[in-house]
Structure formats: structure tokens, C-alpha cells
Nanobody, 114 residues
Framework: VQLVESGGGLVQPGGSLRLSCAAS????????MFWVRQAPGEGLEWVST????????FYADSVKDRFTVSRDNAKNTMYLQIDSAKSEDTALYYC????????RGRGTQVTVSS
């Protein structure tokens, strides 16, 4: 299993960013996928879930109505669109195969700051 996140960076409060997760080594289309994040000095926090076929999505209350998860099974890729970014969204973002993040990539850093 390999999960490679990209797209992180510095964004101003209120700004937008799109993260990607390229998956390989397993049948991507057969698995629900997850985004989790870790803020400085904090533990892992579940952010979002998308079903294997993309038909249903779920979000933590802290990101609901601002983040959008999607996937392209033909490209073995999952995305996380971050809109209306807040300073509290600053974290290392991981794509994962489970809600706890026990199987995850190396992460991509998102920093929200003016």
C-alpha cells in the first residue's frame, strides 16, 4: 500500500486549497477512504470519509460546509477541497485507509496564516 499526499502549502484565512492523494498497491475502488489531520502538538483528528464508490461523504463538524472530499477511481486518486480556510485548519493532512489513520501516507502540510 502506498498513499502519497500533495497540494499543501500556505494559504491566507478565507482562502482555498486542493489536496490530492495518489493511491497504489491495492484496489482503490474497493475501499472507503479517509482524510485525517494532525495539528501541532495534537493527536490525529478524523476530517472526512468517502465511500468506495464516492456516493456518500462524511465530515467532522469542524470542517462541514467548508471542505469537500471527492475521488476519481479511474485515477486512483482522492481529493480534499479546502475553502474558507481558518487558522485552526493548520495541520499535517494525511489520506488514510481507516478512520484512525493507522494506515496513512506521509502527509502534506497546510498552513493557514496571513
Amino acid at each position: 500500500v502506498q498513499l502519497v499526499e500533495s497540494g499543501g502549502g500556505l494559504v491566507q484565512p478565507g482562502g482555498s486549497l486542493r489536496l490530492s492523494c495518489a493511491a497504489s498497491g491495492f484496489v482503490f475502488s474497493a475501499y472507503s477512504m479517509f482524510w485525517v489531520r494532525q495539528a501541532p502538538g495534537e493527536g490525529l483528528e478524523w476530517v472526512s470519509t468517502i465511500w468506495d464508490d464516492g456516493r456518500r461523504t462524511f465530515y467532522a463538524d469542524s470542517v462541514k460546509d467548508r471542505f469537500t472530499v471527492s475521488r476519481d477511481n479511474a485515477k486512483n486518486t482522492m481529493y480534499l477541497q479546502i475553502d474558507s480556510a481558518k487558522s485552526e485548519d493548520t495541520a499535517l493532512y494525511y489520506c488514510a485507509m481507516d478512520k484512525t489513520g493507522s494506515t496513512r501516507g506521509r502527509g502534506t502540510q497546510v498552513t493557514v496564516s496571513s
